[in-house]
T-cell receptor, first 120, second 114 residues
Framework: GAGVSQTPSNKVTEKGKYVELRCDPISGHTALYWYRQSLGQGPEFLIYFQGTGAADDSGLPNDRFFAVRPEGSVSTLKIQRTERGDSAVYLC??????????????????FGAGTRLSVL | QKEVEQNSGPLSVPEGAIASLNCTYSDRGSQSFFWYRQYSGKSPELIMFIYSNGDKEDGRFTAQLNKASQYVSLLIRDSQPSDSATYLCAVKLKGDTGRRALTFGSGTRLQVQP
């Protein structure tokens, strides 16, 4: 697609419920990232995929959070037993190649519009 | 100490002035630095990236990197009301050798007064 697409744009749920957030990266981008952004803060890293595998999930806050990318394209972030503290904007980003620390425009991360999750 | 620090602002400048946004980072040896702009309720969009010490210019924007002092700044010349947004500094921290993600500051809110 032309850009990173995230659905739904807004999700309201009740405490204790299960939610799934979807991300469709830019076509051809092998790297996919999930971030979480709370009000007044910058995005906070959650998990990174290279292809189908989760190369780094060190940012996931606890085992209620899980993400998959079964075919190396679309990814789903899953949150079990939601808590009010999970309320935030969940951002997905993709890049052509992984960010390896050196120069190159190929590892620039492009963000989707995000999913605003509200846990009541 | 946060790994990437920014003054939250708001930074208020008159239209046509130069806006100067600063960011410091804790991990000496970090190599990749990015500035994103985020309008309220919208996703971050890349403004500039810089890897080498010195200045990098792109239109009205100039990124400045000083690795010895561990800071990176963004200058916006001829500021316009449409530049009013939150500017996020993002760093690929050297210590995160296995991580391919960015560490963001909390952002500086810029207000350009007409």
């Amino acid at each position: 697609g032309a850009g990173v697409s995230q659905t739904p744009s807004n999700k309201v749920t009740e405490k204790g419920k299960y939610v799934e957030l979807r991300c469709d990266p830019i076509s051809g981008h092998t790297a996919l990232y999930w971030y979480r952004q709370s009000l007044g803060q910058g995005p906070e890293f959650l998990i990174y995929f290279q292809g189908t595998g989760a190369a780094d999930d060190s940012g996931l806050p606890n085992d209620r959070f899980f993400a998959v990318r079964p075919e190396g394209s679309v990814s789903t972030l899953k949150i079990q037993r939601t808590e009010r503290g999970d309320s935030a904007v969940y951002l997905c980003a993709s890049s052509l190649t992984p960010l390896a620390g050196g120069p190159g425009a190929k590892n620039i991360q492009y963000f989707g519009a995000g999913t605003r999750l509200s846990v009541l | 100490q946060k790994e990437v620090e920014q003054n939250s602002g708001p930074l208020s400048v008159p239209e046509g002035a130069i806006a100067s946004l600063n960011c410091t980072y804790s991990d000496r040896g970090s190599q990749s630095f990015f500035w994103y702009r985020q309008y309220s309720g919208k996703s971050p969009e890349l403004i500039m990236f810089i890897y080498s010490n010195g200045d990098k210019e792109d239109g009205r924007f100039t990124a400045q990197l000083n690795k010895a002092s561990q800071y990176v700044s963004l200058l916006i010349r001829d500021s316009q009301p449409s530049d009013s947004a939150t500017y996020l500094c993002a760093v690929k921290l050297k210590g995160d050798t296995g991580r391919r993600a960015l560490t963001f500051g909390s952002g500086t809110r810029l207000q350009v007064q007409p």
